[in-house]
């Protein structure tokens, strides 16, 4: 080989090598361009030091754990059309796996007035559920399936530290559409809202994450994974079938109160709601008060009280005779209930709206006015089963 060509051989190598070991260069940035001359669409670009974000990571790793023992509940309630035949009706709804038992929490309008009651576990399987325990008032409800084997559950959480503006995740089968996940924040705290037979609910956790039906019965969680709630209602906009879909506004039954209900169960085997005894009162003020020689600022004016009851063993009384004032014939002769706790009563609903705070056993102060003076009597309030 002559000399020249051997010096340019040896230094065509050496560039080569320079340009490919100690150079920082990239050939593909100038071949590529000219590979998708022709195409209408790029590749992705990687960017430096890309991957999940921290949140992204959070909400994974969230619904892999809790979609598991995040269930779809159906349920079958036979009604009566317009030519009095019988027909089913079908309900969808939402629910979680408490303990490795097979223990399911939901709401109690998901299984309400059904006895045929399925669940579905993420893997598609179904089991016949029992209905165990319900608290209407609380729209509460626990199942239990027997599947033969250990599952999967979720591991409750504390709602008495929740704050407004952390961050909440569902789960749920809204539609239908089984192990949806959608994400927000708790947007406000101690909502209240009138439940689907008229009992108030309250004390609600107010959130922005998607709720929608199906969603019902299923688990509100906190950014460590715990469920905080129990989805149970949205306001909502009307849907093509009807239904209500999410603006951005729902409730969930905070779990503490859920938590009572099952340490209740687990320790008695029912789930019971306190028990007064006053089943009928009246709310009168102004002039039809004054017209009865009461206050005009008003109260609840005792109309019946059941025998035997812990109102009657406290020494409440109810009407002696009955009277026609303006429009209503009532009895009168009995207490008014001018405050209940210390709280003035001001609407129809005060007496309800106390004993839904209130738990069996708990004592219950309330302030009457009988002959022309006021006392306080104490009630140690009783407790009665619900029936399934």
Known sequence: MRPRTLV??????????????RGNWNLRQFIQPLSQSGRLWSDPVTAHGSGFGADEQNNIDIYKINRLATVNITSIVYQRDFFFQV?????????????????????NHV???????????SDKKPYPATIIGIDRQSDFAILRIHAGHKLPFVRLGNSDNLVVGQKVLAIGNPFGLEGTLTTGIVSSLGR????????????????DAAINPGNSGGPLLDSSGNVIGINTAIYGSQTASGEAGSIGIGFAMPINRAKEKLEEYQTTGRISHPLLGV?????????????????????????????GSPAAAA????????????????????????????????????????????????NMVLTIYRGNRTM?????????PEAL
Request: glycine share 14%; charged share 20%.
């Open 87 to 107: 027909f089913p009706q079908k309900g969808i709804g939402s629910g979680f796996i408490i303990n490795e038992d097979g223990e399911i929490v939901t709401n």
């Open 279 to 307: 089943s009928q009162t009246l709310f009168v003020q102004g002039d039809l008060a004054e017209e009865l020689d009461m206050p005009a600022s008003g109260g609840l004016l005792i109309e019946a009280i059941d025998e």
């Open 8 to 21: 340019l051989t040896l230094l065509l190598v050496a560039g080569f090598w320079l340009v490919t070991e």
């Open 376 to 384: 306080k009597v104490t009630v140690a309030l009783g407790s009665a």
């Open 315 to 362: 020494g409440l009384r109810g009407p002696n005779r009955m009277v026609r004032a303006g429009m209503y014939r009532l009895g009168i002769g009995g207490d008014l209930i001018v405050a209940i706790d210390g709280k003035p009563v001001t609407a129809q609903d005060a007496l309800r709206r106390a004993m839904n705070q209130k738990r069996p056993g708990e």
């Open 111 to 121: 299984i309400s007035g059904s006895r045929n009651v399925t669940v579905t576990l």
């Open 192 to 207: 209240s809202l009138q439940g689907e037979d008229g009992e108030p609910l309250e004390g609600l956790i107010q959130t």
